[in-house]
T-cell receptor, first 114, second 114 residues
Framework: AQSVTQPDIHITVSEGASLELRCNYS??????LFWYVQSPGQGLQLLLK??????LVQGIKGFEAEFKRSQSSFNLRKPSVHWSDAAEYFC????????????FGGGTRLMVKP | EAQVTQNPRYLITVTGKKLTVTCSQN?????MSWYRQDPGLGLRQIYY???????DKGDVPEGYKVSRKEKRNFPLILESPSPNQTSLYFC?????????????FGNGTRLTVT
């Protein structure tokens, strides 16, 4: 069965600093990988996705993520964090063979210090 | 405006009292899903539907029912709620399967069962 692990439950960074959120997945075939962001009181919004091709994918709000098959990882990065990036971030993997099954990690809550 | 609408946003009920959380989407999406979000566990899929009259179990279906009589609506039914169903619930829809079509989420329903 597929699974996703986000090792960091909370991360605090200073505004303007760089950010990397870790995501490791377990899946038997080529994964379809996603990062979603959840602002307080809101539903989830898609940041970026990886299906195939270039392993470095660009998303909205200046985020990017790199797929590393050898490490089973799909880490999210941003070179300079803004206070408005404070939110909870979820990594997810989808199985093409399991209908609409999307498996989420436990989430990483990002706090931004002024 | 394209959106997924859930109602109510907040619900407090007592054990055993049947309730329904409604979900409606205006994007003509075929796929709809229900998730529950619990701290540290991320989002877990309860049920999903690939089309009208087609529903299937997700990871945590016990204690829940769904129906898909119309394309736009996908209500979640708790016939006899219990305290372990206290959670934040999200409805989501997508044009295609989750593997290749991003999910659009509602703003959530916070349910408390006493």
């Amino acid at each position: 069965a597929q699974s996703v692990t986000q090792p960091d439950i909370h991360i605090t960074v200073s505004e303007g600093a760089s950010l990397e959120l870790r995501c490791n997945y377990s899946y038997g075939a080529t994964p379809y990988l996603f990062w979603y962001v959840q602002s307080p009181g809101q539903g989830l919004q898609l940041l970026l996705k990886y299906f195939s091709g270039d392993t470095l994918v660009q998303g909205i709000k200046g985020f990017e993520a790199e797929f590393k098959r050898s490490q089973s990882s799909f880490n999210l990065r941003k070179p300079s964090v803004h206070w408005s990036d404070a939110a909870e971030y979820f990594c997810a993997v989808a199985s093409f063979n399991a209908g609409n099954m999307l498996t989420f990690g436990g989430g990483t809550r990002l706090m931004v210090k002024p | 405006e394209a959106q997924v609408t859930q109602n109510p946003r907040y619900l407090i009920t007592v054990t055993g009292k049947k309730l329904t959380v409604t979900c409606s989407q205006n994007m003509n999406h075929e796929y709809m899903s229900w998730y529950r979000q619990d701290p540290g566990l991320g989002l877990r899929q309860i049920y999903y539907s690939m089309n009208v009259e087609v529903t299937d179990k997700g990871d945590v279906p016990e204690g829940y029912k769904v129906s898909r009589k119309e394309k736009r609506n996908f209500p979640l039914i708790l016939e006899s709620p219990s305290p372990n169903q206290t959670s934040l619930y999200f409805c989501a829809s997508s044009f295609g399967q989750a593997a290749n079509s991003p999910l659009h989420f509602g703003n959530g329903t916070r349910l408390t069962v006493t």
